[in-house]
């Protein structure tokens, strides 16, 4: 049975028809849900007509299951807030959308869906329990404890990003308002600026890796700090929970040789003595298809 | 119908005979299992002499349940390991006490089962996740979620007194080998440290309280100094988990009203924005019997 599955971001939604773990048929569009001001209706509209026209071409379908930038209240599918869409509130979203599509309709955060796809599918395999940080323009990311995706009193669980680094004074300020969150150390945002306030250079993460790799000290350093700012919160996540496995996706991960090894020091050093060496911290096999891969577990 | 609830400590065990969350007889009696060097025979004789004398006395008790010093596995009562009697590895404990009973016993880390008490029974009752925390010596707790004691992939989690408050250089030494845990700032052993380094007397806690409250700046400024580093550890659970209800428990809540606005203020101060002034922080309602309590529930 093929279940469509659905990354839904801001601008553009990704696709794909799923069978049984497995991608069929992958497509991508535009769609407009950046407007702030999107109302609860109009975002009902737009995804419905998306979702039809779908369905219209493949009656083999018989489940849709869907990523989504917002806090959600358990596995209801109910969405509760999403940050960058403030007119939305306290949203019946599976269940509306179910009801204009005639179909069963699961939706859960996005980063957590990337987690559950990479338990079930890739890098965390054979791990009942699961923390994975999604290292992008900011960073956050999905717990998965005893095989259950776990979302919070008020679906905002893993604000992973924002566990603090440095309680300095001189912390760096976070989007968040807030300073020394891991996210104003370690995200591609924060990288590129660390890169700009010491070379005077503005440019993006990739070609500052590249330029870590010709041997660019700063370029390697702000990497490699990156890694142990990342590391240092992954211990404090391991000292709650006790979780064996890390997994990490999203674009920087591209710059792995330099960010692993830093993370998984700096880990160590700031773990209680019988955890040290026990904490698997793994990148991502699944990449980009994580988000789709577990939207689509979610109809299961 | 009764149980039988047990706190065992080192030297001492608390018993009581519980019947439907009520506390009808207490003994205390004292035990050696503070021998470092204790064989898992000469507990399991120990603690089995120990219940079966009470055993022998009433024949309403049903069951056993237990709180132990030690990490155990999920639910099963499987003893992995006892942080004070190194000789203990991998025992089998509430199935080797049940077989010499012949009764049903549940046992579970002791910090965990006062969580369990103050969900059920205490300050935290209502809710379905709880952060519960122990302020002694050393500082602990347990963590229940969706209504179900969580215990990790090796019975470790919630090893709240090891997350770090300062990653600074000058960083305070915590017990374990590292620097800069809450547990160096908060726990009745650094504040007493911390009261002998700046006013030169070495006294305990309660007497350094009674000081703050007659006016000593150096006694006050170190309790609000540790609430303040205990508001900011629970703020990265808080930010982890999404947990609005924390408990506190031990000897140090009897300076709550020093310690409470400290680390509600430091707490929110490290919270993203939509999460602030939503957490509530209380006092244990139940204090030494949160432990039996939870216990008993164990045999629910």
């Not at 773990?21 to 009902?44: F, K, M, P, Q, V």
């Not at 104003?184 to 070609?207: C, K, L, M, P």
Request: with cysteine.
């Amino acid at each position: 049975m093929s279940v469509l599955a659905a990354d839904i971001g801001g601008t553009n939604i990704r696709a794909a028809v799923v069978r049984n773990g497995t991608i069929e048929a992958e497509l991508h569009s535009r769609i407009e849900l950046g407007d702030r001001n999107l109302s609860e209706d109009a975002l009902i509209e737009r995804l419905t007509a998306f979702f039809l026209n779908i369905l219209d071409e493949r009656d083999d379908i018989v489940a849709i299951g869907a990523g989504f930038p917002g806090f959600f209240l358990g596995t209801s599918g109910h969405l509760i807030a999403s940050p960058n869409l403030p007119n939305l509130h306290q949203v019946d979203l599976a269940a509306r959308l179910s009801e204009r599509l005639n179909i069963p309709v699961s939706i859960q955060n996005d980063a957590l869906c990337a987690a559950i796809g990479e338990q079930q599918f890739g890098a965390g395999t054979g791990t009942d329990s699961l923390l994975h940080v999604t290292l992008g323009t900011g960073i956050g990311g999905g717990l998965i404890l005893n095989s259950a995706p776990y979302t919070g009193e008020s679906g905002m669980a893993m604000e992973f990003g924002h566990l603090r680094v440095d309680h300095s004074d001189h912390a760096r300020r976070c989007g968040c308002g807030g300073y020394g969150c891991v996210e104003a150390y370690a995200s591609a945002t924060a990288i590129t600026e660390r890169y700009f306030e010491v070379a005077g250079i503005r440019t993006d993460t990739e070609d500052i890796y590249g330029r870590a790799c010709k041997g660019d000290d700063d370029a390697k350093s702000i990497f490699e700090s990156a890694g142990s700012y990342l590391g240092m919160a992954i211990a404090e996540a391991v000292k709650l929970l006790d979780i064996h496995t890390v997994t990490m996706s999203g674009g920087l991960t591209g710059a792995w040789p330099l960010l692993h090894p830093a993370a998984t020091e700096s880990m160590d050093d700031n773990l209680i003595p019988p955890l040290k060496g026990k904490i698997r911290v793994l990148r991502s096999t699944l990449n980009d298809q994580a988000g789709i891969l577990g939207a689509a577990a979610l109809t299961d």
